[in-house]
């Protein structure tokens, strides 16, 4: 099992900043990527941006330029550096784990998510 524990976030004033951080522990090995998602009020959850173990990345465009993710794969932990933020960035943001274990002949694939945490961009 893999487990997650998110921090960072609260209130930022448009054009603020807020960096955000998931730390991994448990079956930290079996972890393919790393990704951050995020649900606006009475929408559904998006991805943000994802990094894999190779150190591929991807964003949602919307977040393109402003946002960046970061993995320190010593401390098992990604960071979401939340750059110039605007009203609509305001979400729930969850940290996710996507993994597989097993022998090749039969792999499980996992998601695992982490408590969310609050982020509102308000004046």
């Known amino acids: 099992q893999v487990q997650l524990v998110e921090s960072g976030g609260g ?5 603020g900043s807020v960096k955000l951080s998931c730390a991994a522990s448990g079956r930290t090995r079996t972890i393919d990527s ?3 998602f995020r649900q606006p009020p009475g929408k559904e959850r998006e991805l943000v941006a994802r990094v894999g173990n190779s150190g591929n990345i991807e964003y949602t465009d ?3 330029g402003r946002f960046t993710i970061f ?3 010593a401390e098992n932990t990604v ?3 939340m750059n110039n933020l605007k009203p609509e960035d305001t979400a729930v943001y969850f940290c996710n784990a996507h993994g597989s274990y ?3 002949e039969r792999v499980y694939q996992y998601d695992i998510w982490g408590q969310g945490t609050q982020v509102t961009v308000s004046s």
Do not use: E, H, I, T
Request: net charge positive.
């Open 71 to 73: 993995r320190d794969n």
């Open 62 to 64: 919307s977040v393109k």
């Open 102 to 104: 097993g022998p090749v």
């Open 79 to 81: 960071y979401l550096q």
């Open 11 to 15: 209130l930022v004033q448009p054009g």
């Open 34 to 36: 790393m990704a951050w």
